[in-house]
């Protein structure tokens, strides 16, 4: 397993302590970089000190990375949702400041606009709690039915990616009447579908290769005869980005 997939299977609380807990190997490990402690052993620290394995992989997190609630602040918009003020102001909240300072430091007007701030923050985690419990009813829906993988490069997360592999071999088999090799008469108008078959068609293209308009048209021109709109998609989902010049594409990861 990848660090970035331990990072993104651990559940909530093992992110706000930033390590997890492997029953099988008996090890704590950091989900930042992977660094592991091994129960059973001491580990020698700073100034003759020795620690046992969870007292270790606390420090260790500390020294490091310092604390969670920072690194998680730190992450890119696309992980956290949060715009760059609002991960300003959370910021401020952690020090203890009050409306009047955060809105005097950070110059986004008076306190009334950091009030609002505090309300939309409040909505966004009442919102992360019901989709979480959605996720965790889907999953539990039908144990025969696995959902399929969301790819990390995309933009909006919702109920147009709760597909199960059934759903999956529907959708392609409708669109794909010549094998899954082949071409398709025409691009899917609803969202699932058109996911859907967007998740296939990424497969085409070389994770590792960087490539030009050109290429990428010509890797979708079998594919479909509109290529220009499904190759528009395929940036706008987030399963191909692209430089500001638009002369190299490339798999986004």
Not at 52 to 75: F, N, P, V
Not at 81 to 92: F, N, P, Y
Not at 176 to 190: A, E, Q, R, V
């Amino acid at each position: 397993m990848s660090g970035r997939d331990l990072f993104w299977d651990a559940d909530t609380d093992d992110l706000k302590k930033g390590y997890t807990f492997n029953q099988t190997t008996e090890e704590f490990t950091c989900l930042i970089c992977r660094k592991s402690f091994q129960i059973g052993l001491i580990f020698p620290w700073t100034d003759g000190l020795y620690m046992e394995a969870e007292r270790a992989i606390k420090q260790h997190i500390i020294d490091e990375h310092g604390s969670m609630l920072d690194y998680l602040l730190s992450m890119n918009k696309k992980y956290t949702g949060l715009t760059d003020v609002q991960r300003k102001i959370l910021m401020s909240f952690k020090s203890g400041q009050s409306d009047k300072e955060i809105a005097k430091q950070l110059d986004v007007g008076s306190t009334s606009t950091i009030r609002t701030h505090r309300f939309k923050l409040k909505e966004k985690e009442k919102q992360a709690k019901v989709f979480l419990a959605i996720m965790e009813m889907l999953k539990k829906a039908d144990q025969k039915d696995d959902l399929v993988q969301i790819h990390k490069g995309a933009t909006q997360v919702d109920e147009r990616y709760a597909i199960t592999t059934k759903e999956r071999e529907k959708v392609l088999s409708t669109y794909f009447k010549k094998g899954l090799d082949g071409p398709i008469t025409h691009f899917p108008s609803k969202e699932k579908r058109k996911i859907i078959v967007l998740q296939h068609i990424i497969r085409k293209f070389d994770p590792e290769r960087v490539y030009t308009e050109m290429e990428v048209n010509e890797v979708l021109k079998p594919v479909i005869d509109d290529y220009v709109t499904v190759r528009r998609y395929l940036i706008e989902y987030g399963f191909l980005d692209r430089n500001k010049e638009c002369s190299e594409y490339w798999v986004k990861k």
